[in-house]
């Protein structure tokens, strides 16, 4: 299986594509992360990516695995994202 792209690797692919500098490329990619934390409780959006979504999930009942003792799991609010529909066809060949 291929490597991951690391932060580095994606800003030097950036900083060629574009010819700026990697640290500029790196820069970007810093500001991108700072307003999608900033923004995700409206939902935060990377167009042909994806969505970055804040989600209430409901109190509910769950199992300890180990005793098999039902336990009250509380309501709280999670952080999910949400593929788009360019990046699945993309990615799938759909």
Known sequence: MAKPLSKSALAAEIATAVNIPKKQAAQILDLIATLAYKHAKNSFTLPGIGKLVLVNRKARLGRNPK???????????????????????????G
Do not use: M
């Open 67 to 93: 005793t098999g003792e039902t336990i009250k799991i509380p309501a709280k609010k999670v952080v999910k994202f949400r593929v788009a529909k360019a990046a699945k066809d993309a990615i799938l060949g």
